[in-house]
C-alpha cells in the first residue's frame, strides 16, 4: 500500500509558476508508475504528465507540453510537476497518482492508477 501527499498548491498569476511535490510512503518510488492529473469542478479528471519507472518515458497532455515538467526522485520518493507560464485555464486540483507498472510504462488513463493523493488546489489569475 503506498500513500500519496501532495504539496505545493496555490494562487499564482498567469505566465507565473508553481512547482507540487508527491511525497511517497508505504512503497519504494522506484517501484511505481507516477502521475499527475487534474479536475476542475463539474468535469471529468483529466491527464496531466505521467513518467515511467525508467525515466524515460514522459507523456504529456497536449495542454500542457512544453510548459510542464515532470520529474522523479527516487532518492527522496518524491515526484514533481513543475508549472511554469500558468494560464487561468490551468486553474483545478491538482491529484498525484501511482501504481505498480513495467520499467517503460507511463499510463495515461486514470483507471490504470490505483494510488492517489487527496489534491492540492491551483487557481491561476488572469
Known amino acids: 500500500q503506498a500513500q500519496l501527499v501532495e504539496s505545493g498548491g496555490g494562487l499564482a498569476q498567469a505566465g507565473g509558476s508553481l512547482r507540487l511535490s508527491c511525497a511517497v510512503s508505504?512503497?519504494?518510488?522506484?517501484?511505481?508508475?507516477m502521475a499527475w492529473f487534474r479536475q476542475v469542478p463539474g468535469k471529468a479528471r483529466e491527464f496531466v504528465a505521467s513518467i515511467a519507472r525508467s525515466g524515460r518515458r514522459i507523456p504529456y497532455a497536449d495542454s500542457v507540453r512544453g510548459r510542464f515538467t515532470i520529474s522523479r526522485g527516487n532518492r527522496a520518493n518524491m515526484a514533481s510537476l513543475q508549472m511554469d507560464n500558468l494560464r487561468p485555464e490551468d486553474t483545478a486540483v491538482y491529484y498525484c497518482a501511482a501504481n505498480w507498472g513495467r520499467w517503460d510504462s507511463a499510463m495515461r488513463n486514470e483507471d490504470d492508477y490505483e494510488y492517489w493523493g487527496q489534491g492540492t488546489q491551483v487557481t491561476v489569475s488572469s
Open positions: 508505504g512503497r519504494t518510488l522506484e517501484d511505481l508508475v
